[in-house]
């Protein structure tokens, strides 16, 4: 079975701050892991994947993950903050079927 | 890139009615497609996986007669939510893939309303 564990359900930066969303998975397989973003009303883009090899995956508009088998973590980065980031950003894992397990969501916030 | 179209966007009914939304990956044939749910402030959940000429497998817990899939082309999946009721407003979502190993692609969503 998988899972996965958003820690946080809102997140509040600063324009131009660092952002850092929170993503625990639970796999007994190894895992597929992604982000999405969702804006208002709308469906879901892939911001990034990992699948195999490289375990820091850059994706769009700047942002980045880390996967830490060690730590089951797949936390989400951008080093500097813009307006247009602020939505929902779901965590999700996956097996090699690609059926995926989201988690709770978190919602960014960015302060001018 | 590979877009699927999902439609309508919105839709309000009447409790009793039936509603139906469309799935269609525009430029690549899906093999299987995947339906959510997601509640207000909530995640996606997955309803049911759709496979091209099969039955759809449905989710624990989601009632395969009133949320009816057909799958019948490579590029449409539909869903109908029979005899809607209130409960059942929400957002649904459908994904696409085009083999086992590939990447999701997501509709826009429907926003449906049942009064």
């Known amino acids: 079975a998988q899972s996965v564990t958003q820690l946080g359900s809102h997140v509040s930066v600063s324009e131009g701050a660092l952002v850092l969303l929170r993503c625990n998975y639970s796999?007994?397989?190894?895992?597929?892991l992604f982000w999405y973003v969702q804006y208002p009303n709308q469906g879901l883009q892939l911001l990034l994947k990992?699948?195999?090899?490289?375990?820091l995956v850059k994706g769009i508009n700047g942002f980045e993950a880390e996967f830490k088998k060690s730590e089951t973590s797949f936390h989400l980065t951008k080093p500097s903050a813009h307006m247009s980031d602020a939505a929902e950003y779901f965590c999700?894992?996956?097996?090699?079927?690609?059926?995926?397990?989201f988690g709770s969501g978190t919602r960014l916030l960015v302060r001018p | 890139g590979a877009v699927v179209s999902q439609h309508p966007s919105r839709v309000i009914c009447k409790s009793g009615t039936s509603v139906k939304i469309e799935c269609r990956s525009l430029?690549?044939?899906?093999?299987?497609m995947f339906w959510y749910r997601q509640f207000p402030k909530k995640s996606l959940m997955l309803m049911a996986t759709?496979?091209?000429?099969?039955?759809?497998?449905?989710e624990q817990g989601v009632e395969k007669d009133k949320f009816l899939i057909n799958h019948a082309s490579l590029t449409l999946s539909t869903l109908t939510v029979t005899s809607a009721h209130p409960e059942d407003s929400s957002f649904y979502i459908c994904?696409?893939?085009?083999?086992?190993?590939?990447?999701?692609?997501f509709g826009n969503g429907t926003r449906l309303t049942v009064t």
């Open positions: 994904s696409a893939r085009v083999g086992r190993e590939s990447p999701l692609h």
């Open positions: 796999s007994s397989v190894p895992p597929y």
């Open positions: 990992y699948t195999t090899g490289a375990t």
């Open positions: 999700a894992v996956s097996d090699s079927s690609y059926k995926l397990i």
């Open positions: 430029d690549f044939q899906a093999t299987t």
């Open positions: 759709s496979n091209e000429g099969s039955k759809a497998t449905y």
